[in-house]
């Protein structure tokens, strides 16, 4: 009986050790991911202040990276046009530009930086010269609140291969 136990006990250790683990042909960066529930990016964005300081785990595609140090990501919505971005310690993770397009679950605390009006106008003017818009800085009277997952930690996931075509 005690024999039983002891084998259940090791098979139960494995198993809960083994969980939280990537796939051996995932990439894990910095911690990599422990919580087991994601939130959809989505519902964040819908509420974003009540979740500021909080840990979380979000998942998508990777859509933009950072092309200098790595040290940001910007994930996919389950919305289209949305975003999240994913900053993480300069030089403690780098992402590669070798993930854009890949499926990313990332984990770490959920931020708040309100801009001053300063800081607000030269973000819109930025955003309104990239989507090709004119922009008068006078039309900007409220300050700007940007919210990101600080990361701790990621893993993208192995791109699966597509099924060949006989």
């Known amino acids: ?21 990537a796939s051996a042909k995932d990439t894990v960066f910095g911690k990599g991911v422990s919580s087991h529930e994601t939130i959809a990016v989505s519902k964040l964005m819908a509420e974003p202040d009540k979740y500021v300081g909080q840990t979380l785990r979000v998942a998508g595609l990777a859509v933009g990276v950072c092309k200098h140090r790595g040290c940001w990501v ?23 530009p070798e993930i854009l397009g890949e499926t990313i679950i990332a984990e770490g605390v959920w931020t708040s930086n309100k801009l ?51």
């Open 1 to 21: 009986m005690r024999k039983g136990i002891g084998l259940i006990v090791i098979a139960l250790s494995f198993l809960a050790l083994t969980a939280g683990l």
């Open 74 to 96: 910007n994930i996919a919505s389950d919305v289209e046009g949305e975003t999240l971005r994913l900053k993480v310690e300069d030089g403690v993770i780098v992402f590669p």
């Open 116 to 166: 001053d009006l300063e800081t607000t106008k030269k973000v819109c003017a930025y955003e309104a010269e990239k989507a090709g818009k004119d922009f008068n800085p006078d039309e900007v009277t409220q300050c700007m609140t940007e919210y990101e997952l600080s990361g701790t930690g990621a893993v993208v996931l192995e791109k699966t291969d597509e099924p060949s075509k006989s």
